[in-house]
């Protein structure tokens, strides 16, 4: 079994719906004027540039340079899952507000789901599966595995996304700091105790 | 070998939709109902089978052999045909080349619906006779003539509401088409469930249909019956089309098309003595199952089964209704119906506290189940620890100090008040629909001494692999590393019982023991002849090395298990638990089902801002009875998620639904699951020491969901603290008690 390579046509999410398959002279609907309008476009027209799969995209993803092109609606965890099969980063509610797609956006934590992949041009991203240095498991994944700060395992990826930018930024972090720097990312498992004592335990280790 | 937790952390750990996908894979998407109820006049496909990317659109008519996935009741169709009777009822499954256009097809799908009427409240449906069965009523004692020897009786009503799972991972399911037939990856908790269901539906034979289970993103019971029809459509696209068709729902689909815990009102009146003897309690429960049956009458039992919670009361008549409305059907969640029916008896002896003056933890404690009591179905109570759990969290936490503390606090404030509650649960072990209490293991030993382990166990997060591989190693005394926990497949572990009732350690790892046992017997044999001992039975293996008369010898598991291999020896076991001496009587609805029951108390404090009506959990201290535990640190993590999840359930988890059965709170901005915050200030879970329990391997005690009752005290907790504020409060029983009802509450002459 190979993983369909082939990159998918559309994206999960529809920020603009395509009515036409992208022949010149197509229909587009634009839901975002408030009333369904239509317009003739060209080939040249910016606004059907962005529907096409030809918007130039380069980033770095885990070290690794990336050139690639994207629609103009394809989101930042739709380029990494589906595109470049990083499938680490998980998508739980597609909507922002849960925290599972949380990457690193030059070192700062961002939900994947809700940004586009065009807004990450020229940067440099991290996924879960970046942390290691080569086989050896980042501080904050060993304080993961030694506290068990985890159960299903299904936040864990964003969990420890979140916690990796919390301590680059704040490296003495208090338990009230860890909550705020976790208070992103929902873990329905409610591991939210053994989480803290990660966090808490990974910043020790990082300072001793 | 690593293990899962790695995999976890690192991003390897793949769930359903993180597979890699063949070629030729469709996506399939649900066209469903948007009426609660309504008649089908017509559907027009016309339009949406011409849609770009449009493989088929498959309907009833589709389906080879029965249209229905009813698991205890046969009532539910997997395609509705002329009526519709929920919002997210299955009409039609519509497969393209992508999901989106799938779900852009689906868009173009037209019905034609006649209105019919709505209902979505539990007492309605009982009045209008929508019963999704015929009342259930256990009894103990004679309720009647009792209330007449009590002094004091009191009556009100109770209402808790429902609670979406929230598994992180959405339903998902990829079905793949095989020279026999068909493989399906599954996110279920109960492999044979969907494996039987699709049978079915196909009117194949079960043995050509392999479903296979890696693990889930959270389970909770949202899996247990309610992932079957995501495989089953799948299954059916796959097999029509024989093309790989993968399923997975977004949030927002999942949210409002798949069931929840079941919504409660309930009715009690409970009669005690002057001096706190519980002697009479008799309730009702109406219970809001949803459009049809799924799991609702077995939670409906689990409810009776729990309706007295931990105490002994000698006359007890309980009556269960399953309700009948237009809603998703309710299904399985962390204490199936068991919850529900403790919080009743909780808000009885709180409101019987209230009318005689004393605090209520006077009468919890002077109720007590012990050994020689009887559950009120027939069950006689053996190995009871709520007296020792209690008094043990006595000693360790002190109850009147607490208590005192909080008095101490509310005396000097005013704005804020403090609110302490005792919660005690007990929480019988085992399926109560007998028949599920089984299960098997294969286990096979490698001739480089690594074991693989398949059991119908499914890891969900609780630990179950975890816990397998310490019940083999510990029998091997063999290192983990060399144990690997297989996929669950019901290939090679047929007939699973569903991974739920908290019993997947228990019989899982019991059968997984014996399968070992087995096969350590026969290496033993093997170790006497390589030693030339006479008497295999003075041989034992430790750390790996084997053992005769307890002096070590210097044959280790690896040249043991060589010698075995080359010596003709069977290196595998296929072995079988079943729970021994349970029963219950369903016609007279007396018996003793289970097979043992967990224990714990906990002691809760919570601060009310009488002001803005939020409230902020400073402190749950537990003793818990986790029998000899398997792996102390699973165990207390599965304590604090379900302490999360019983907290979240009695206070900030609403459901909203408006009355034509729509659901208003469809996001995570709109339902709020605990976060971070959420957890208590302090979290205290203590062992109970000298538990012990025959029927866990290793004399361990069943953890997923007894500890989630913990969580009602909050509400009891919250509810003193107003009491301190406002001391004529009128005391109200309606879960989850959300900051907006606790304002209301406080300020009721403050029109909203």
């Known amino acids: ?208 | 070998m690593k293990r899962d937790i790695e995999n976890h952390v690192t991003g390897i750990s793949k769930f359903v939709d993180d597979f890699p996908t063949l070629d030729g894979t469709l996506e399939a998407y649900l066209f469903y109902s948007e009426k609660a109820h309504a008649e089908i006049l017509n559907i027009d496909y016309a339009s949406a089978l011409k849609s770009e990317g449009v493989a088929d659109i498959l309907t009833a008519n589709d389906i080879p052999g029965e249209n229905q996935i009813g698991g205890i009741i046969k009532d539910e169709m997997l395609f509705a045909e002329h009526e519709v009777e929920f919002i997210g009822e299955p009409i039609a499954l519509v497969i393209a080349d992508t999901k989106e256009n799938a779900k852009k097809a689906s868009n173009k799908i037209v019905v034609e619906y006649k209105d019919l009427p709505v209902v979505t409240d539990p007492r309605e449906a009982y009045e209008k006779g929508l019963l999704i069965r015929p009342p259930q009523i256990f009894s103990g004692g004679d309720v009647d003539s009792a209330w007449s020897g009590c002094d004091v009786v009191v009556e009100g009503k109770v209402d808790s509401g429902g609670q979406e799972h929230l598994y992180l991972e959405t339903q998902a399911s990829y079905a793949v088409p095989t020279d026999s037939g068909l493989k399906i990856y599954s996110s279920t908790q109960s492999p044979t469930v969907v494996q039987r269901t699709i049978s079915n539906v196909l009117n194949i034979p079960m043995h050509r249909i392999e479903v296979d289970v890696l693990r889930l993103g959270g389970g909770f019971g949202g899996k247990e019956d309610q992932a079957t029809i995501w495989a089953v459509l799948s299954a059916l696209a796959a097999y029509k089309l024989n093309r790989p068709v993968k399923l997975v729902l977004s949030r927002m689909d999942d949210l409002k098309i798949t069931g929840k815990r079941h919504p409660y009102s309930s009715d009690y009146k409970i009669g005690l003595s002057k001096d706190g003897k519980i002697l009479a309690y008799e309730v009702t429960f109406y219970q809001n199952a949803g459009a049809f049956a799924d799991l609702s009458t077995a939670i409906l039992e689990r409810t009776l089964f729990h309706a007295a919670n931990c105490y002994a009361i000698p006359n007890v008549k309980a009556t269960g209704i399953s309700c009948k409305t237009n809603l998703p059907p309710n299904t399985a969640f962390r204490g199936f119906g068991g919850p529900q029916g403790m919080f009743v008896i909780e808000a009885a002896l709180h409101k019987a506290a209230d009318v005689m003056g004393i605090d209520v933890d006077i009468l919890q404690q002077k109720n007590l189940i012990a050994d020689n009591d009887v559950y009120f179905y027939g069950q006689k109570v053996e190995n009871a620890q709520a007296v020792n759990s209690w008094q043990t969290a006595d000693e360790k936490f002190n109850l009147d100090k607490l208590k005192k503390e909080v008095r101490n606090f509310n005396e000097q404030n005013e704005r804020f008040k403090k609110g302490f509650a005792v919660m005690p649960i007990s929480f019988g072990i085992s399926f109560t629909n007998s028949f599920l209490n089984q299960a098997s293991a294969l286990v096979h030993v490698y001739t480089d001494g690594s074991v693989g382990v398949s059991t119908a166990a499914v890891e969900m997060g609780q630990g179950v692999n975890e816990k397998i591989i310490e019940v083999c190693s510990r029998t091997f005394s063999i290192s983990k590393n060399r144990i690997k926990i297989e996929t669950t497949n019901t290939t090679r572990i047929a007939n699973t019982s569903p991974t739920a009732a908290s019993t997947g350690a228990d019989l899982n790892g019991n059968a997984a023991k014996i399968a070992c046992d087995n096969i350590l017997e026969r290496l033993k044999i093997i170790a006497a002849q390589e030693l030339n001992a006479k008497d295999s039975e003075k041989l034992s293996i430790e750390n790996e090395q084997v053992y005769l008369e307890g002096q070590e010898t210097d044959l280790g598991w690896d040249e043991l298990i060589q010698a075995a291999y080359l010596s003709r020896t069977n290196l595998s076991s296929h072995a079988y638990y079943a729970t021994p001496d349970i029963y219950f009587d369903r016609d007279k609805n007396i018996g003793s089902p289970f097979a043992y029951h967990v224990y714990g108390t906990s002691f809760i404090t919570v601060t009310v801002d009488c002001l803005l009506g939020i409230y902020k959990f400073d402190s749950v201290k537990i003793v818990h009875d986790f029998g000899k535990s398997l792996h102390r640190l699973i165990d207390l993590g599965q304590a604090e998620g379900a302490l999360a999840q019983g907290i979240g359930w009695m206070t900030m988890e609403e459901l909203v639904q408006s009355a034509n059965g729509e659901l208003k709170s469809n996001t995570l901005s709109t339902y709020k699951i605990p976060d971070i915050y959420s957890v208590p200030d302090e979290v205290i879970i203590e062992f109970l020491e000298n538990s012990e329990n025959r029927f866990g391997p290793f004399n361990s005690k069943a953890i997923g969901e007894p500890p989630f009752m913990y969580g009602i005290g909050v509400y009891f907790a919250i509810l003193n603290a107003m009491k301190s504020f406002d001391p004529n409060l009128e005391l109200f029983y309606n879960a989850p008690i959300t900051p907006e009802k606790v304002l209301l509450a406080l300020y009721p002459e403050v029109k909203v």
């Open chain 1, 1 to 208: 079994m190979g993983r369909n390579s082939k990159s998918k046509g559309l994206s999960r999410r529809q920020f603009i719906t395509r009515a036409g398959t992208g022949a010149v002279g197509s229909y587009v609907l634009f839901p975002a004027l408030g009333k369904a309008e239509t317009k003739n476009l060209s080939d040249n027209d910016p606004q059907q540039k962005y529907l096409l799969g030809d918007n130039p995209l380069s980033l770095s993803v885990n070290g690794k340079n990336i050139k690639t092109k994207v629609r103009g609606n394809t989101t930042l965890v739709e380029l990494l899952r589906d595109h470049l099969n990083l499938t680490g980063t998980k998508v739980a509610c597609n909507n922002g507000e849960c925290g599972s797609c949380s990457v690193l956006l030059d070192g700062k934590v961002v939900y994947s789901c809700h940004m586009l992949a065009l807004d990450a041009q020229g940067k440099s991203v991290t996924t879960v599966e970046g942390l290691m240095d080569g086989n050896k498991l980042s501080v904050v994944q060993q304080a993961f595995i030694e506290k068990d700060g985890l159960q299903c395992g299904f936040c864990t990826p964003g969990q420890v996304m979140a916690a990796t930018a919390l301590l680059s930024k704040n490296p003495h972090p208090t338990k009230d700091e860890v909550k705020e720097g976790m208070s992103g990312n929902f873990c329905r498992c409610g591991a939210y105790p053994k989480i803290i004592d990660s966090v808490l335990t990974a910043a020790e280790k990082l300072n001793s």
